[in-house]
């Protein structure tokens, strides 16, 4: 979002493209989108603490929660318009961007398909698409589910496990490419597993298993080489797409 136009390394994180307060900044718009539309669905997303904490902080109270949204939002418009009169703010990238991610999103579930059907032997159209559509079965309801998944399990297990893992792990002494390697393998099986585990857990299976870990392999090679932003549109669209299909 910077004029600079540069690619820098993520924040202080050493791992990943892109600035990670410009990626913020353009991801926080879904965060909102997903905030106000739990109020219309049943169930948050697995790793979603944030949403957890401030209706906490709120009392439960449902019309303290959306005033509090309305005045992030606030600060948020607030925050760009400071941005654009210090000339610090540039949003013509926003929409290739975007169109990135959709590219990247429409790509990867045919690749998952292939290495699932062709190298794995497992049909993830019957086990795993089949599950995924038992919770889609209104578009509002598909729309909260993968907003959530977007943001909170890239800044869980991309920004979090990954990247700040990784840094860590440099930090340590680990030499960087194996540092790199162990970040990833680590946040991408977390992410796998994460699924199963809970009340609304998913029974384990193989093959759900398999397609979970190829995709945070892939959402972590997006991170690494493009951005957050790049990683969360590309993860929301991507389930959203899924979804739609399993529908």
Same mark, same amino acid.
């Given at each position: #979002?910077?004029?600079?136009?540069?690619?820098?390394?993520?924040?202080?994180?050493?791992?990943?493209?892109?600035?990670?307060?410009?990626?913020?900044?353009?991801?926080? *718009?879904?965060?909102?989108?997903?905030?106000?539309?739990?109020?219309?669905? *049943?169930?948050?997303?697995?790793?979603?603490?944030?949403?957890?904490?401030?209706?906490?902080?709120?009392?439960?109270?449902?019309?303290?929660?959306?005033?509090?949204?309305?005045?992030?939002?606030?600060? !948020?418009?607030?925050?760009?318009?400071?941005?654009?009169?210090?000339?610090? /703010?540039?949003?013509? !990238?926003?929409? *290739?961007?975007?169109?990135?991610?959709?590219?990247?999103?429409?790509?990867?579930?045919?690749?998952?398909?292939?290495? #699932?059907?062709?190298?794995?032997?497992?049909?993830?159209?019957?086990?795993?698409?089949?599950? /995924?559509?038992?919770?889609?079965?209104?578009?509002?309801? %598909?729309?909260?589910?993968?907003?959530?998944?977007?943001?909170?399990?890239?800044?869980?297990?991309?920004?979090?496990? #990954?990247?700040?893992?990784?840094?860590?792990? #440099?930090?340590?002494?680990?030499?960087?490419?194996?540092?790199?390697?162990?970040?990833?393998?680590?946040?991408?099986?977390?992410?796998?597993?994460?699924?199963?585990?809970?009340?609304?857990?998913?029974?384990?299976?193989?093959?759900?298993?398999?397609?979970? /870990?190829?995709?945070?392999?892939?959402?972590?090679?997006?991170?690494?080489?493009?951005?957050?932003?790049?990683?969360?549109?590309?993860?929301?669209?991507?389930?959203?797409?899924?979804? %739609?299909?399993?529908?």
């Amino acid at each position: #979002m910077a004029r600079s136009g540069q690619r820098t390394a993520s924040l202080a994180i050493g791992l990943g493209y892109g600035h990670v307060a410009s990626s913020l900044l353009i991801v926080f *718009p879904l965060f909102l989108f997903y905030e106000i539309g739990l109020l219309l669905t *049943p169930g948050t997303n697995g790793v979603d603490f944030v949403s957890r904490a401030l209706f906490a902080l709120v009392g439960r109270d449902v019309s303290k929660y959306v005033f509090l949204h309305l005045g992030l939002g606030a600060i !948020y418009l607030g925050l760009l318009a400071w941005l654009h009169r210090r000339n610090r /703010l540039s949003l013509e !990238y926003v929409t *290739p961007l975007v169109l990135e991610s959709a590219i990247y999103a429409l790509t990867l579930g045919s690749f998952i398909v292939f290495v #699932m059907d062709r190298m794995v032997g497992l049909d993830l159209f019957v086990i795993g698409f089949h599950r /995924l559509s038992l919770h889609s079965a209104q578009l509002g309801s %598909a729309l909260v589910i993968s907003l959530g998944a977007g943001v909170h399990e890239e800044l869980v297990f991309r920004l979090g496990l #990954m990247g700040v893992g990784g840094w860590l792990l #440099m930090r340590l002494g680990l030499e960087r490419r194996l540092a790199i390697i162990i970040a990833v393998v680590v946040s991408s099986v977390a992410f796998a597993i994460a699924h199963h585990l809970g009340a609304a857990g998913e029974a384990f299976e193989v093959s759900v298993f398999t397609y979970r /870990l190829i995709a945070g392999l892939a959402f972590s090679a997006i991170f690494y080489y493009r951005s957050l932003a790049h990683a969360v549109y590309c993860h929301f669209l991507y389930d959203l797409y899924v979804l %739609a299909l399993a529908k």
